[in-house]
């Protein structure tokens, strides 16, 4: 055990099975966030008609487009890539000020 020491161990055991787990699982998230990230630079279209309200609502801006699933985002919608692109950018800005503040 080493307290008050500065090195610190992310796993307690780390064996083959660990190993591949978090190789897959951070493969995956840097693939989505790779895709999120050129969404906006892709041309998707988009066949959906906006539905025909009966009623008026000024604060509806909604489109149904935003929700609709593409393969070449690997099955996100274009409103997830845009989640997708605060939470990348919120976690890497975080990243950032902790590193800073460690200094």
């Known amino acids: 055990e080493m307290r008050g020491s500065k090195q610190t161990t992310y796993f307690t055991e780390l064996n083959v099975f660990k190993a591949v787990l978090y190789v897959v699982a951070?493969?995956?998230?840097?693939?989505?966030?790779?895709?999120?990230?050129?969404?906006?630079?892709?041309?998707?279209?988009?066949?959906?008609?906006?539905p025909k309200l009966e009623f008026g609502n000024v604060a509806y801006t909604g489109h149904l487009c935003r929700h609709v699933r593409y393969k070449a985002l690997i099955g996100l919608s274009r409103e997830e890539c845009v989640w997708t692109r605060h939470l990348g950018l919120a976690v890497l800005l975080g990243a950032v000020i902790g590193w800073e503040r460690r200094q």
């Open 26 to 50: 951070s493969t995956y998230v840097l693939l989505v966030v790779f895709v999120a990230f050129l969404e906006p630079f892709l041309d998707l279209s988009c066949e959906e008609q906006e």
